[in-house]
Nanobody, 121 residues
């Protein structure tokens, strides 16, 4: 059984920092892109940042210069460092990974359980 388990959410004051982690476990042959999305109350889920297996990175304009995504391929883990946090960063953050479970199997999209991040003003 494949799992993506996120951790590190919490309450932080505006201007503060937070680090999220998400580890993939199970019978994984390979992981392509990994990333973070977020969903605020009453809004659609939106992309925050993605990182490919070779290190290619993409950020949403709203977090550029404040958030940093990274991954440890040996640990099948993706991280999101958020600095200079704003109240509008408040959301449930979901990790995402494109993973292959067997050499000839298709790459499938997996989601973690979500981590609440609340930024107080």
């Amino acid at each position: 059984q494949v799992q993506l388990v996120a951790s590190g959410g919490g309450l932080v004051q505006a201007g503060g920092s937070l680090r999220l982690s998400c580890a993939a476990s199970g019978s994984i042959v390979s992981i392509d892109a990994m990333g973070w999305f977020r969903q605020a109350p009453g809004k659609q889920r939106e992309l925050v940042a993605t990182i490919t297996s070779s290190g290619g990175i993409n950020y949403a304009d709203s977090v550029k210069g404040r958030f940093t995504i990274s991954r440890d391929n040996a640990k099948n883990t993706v991280y999101l460092q958020g600095d200079s946090l704003k109240p509008e960063d408040t959301a449930v953050y979901y990790c995402n990974a494109l993973m292959r479970m067997a050499p000839a199997a298709p790459t499938l999209n997996y989601w973690g359980q979500g981590a609440q991040v609340t930024v107080s003003s």
